[in-house]
């Protein structure tokens, strides 16, 4: 049984960065370099929303200790994203990014500094 937990344990440690870093890069590289924006749109989606999950999750990290089970719920939620049979990350920025992206496009002139106005604006804020 050790053996076999060891072989268990050491795919699981593999398993998070091919699903989380090496199949994505070498899909956004495919996307890139084929002719259709829709993969480009699945691929550049991904890299926010994964972007954003790392920066959350640094910030958390002390509560995510107490989680034992965190990295497996991780690796379940970004294989979501990731696999092109779900294209939840295309379906989470069209869900919920984008709105916040277009809103503060169209603020425009009115802030000084979009990018700290997009993180905490407020649902319907600066709505017209």
Known sequence: MGKLWTLITQLHSLAGPVVTLLYPLYASVIAIESTSKLDDEQWLAYWIIYSFLTLMEMVIQPLLEWIP????????????????????????????????????????????????????????????
């Open 69 to 128: 089970i965190w990295y497996d719920v991780k690796l379940v939620v970004v294989a979501w994203l990731v696999l092109p049979q779900f294209k939840g990350a295309a379906f989470l920025y069209e869900r919920f990014v984008r709105q916040h992206i277009r809103r503060a496009h169209h603020n425009g002139g009115k802030t000084k500094n979009k990018f700290v106005d997009f993180f905490t604006s407020k649902k319907g804020e600066h709505d017209s």
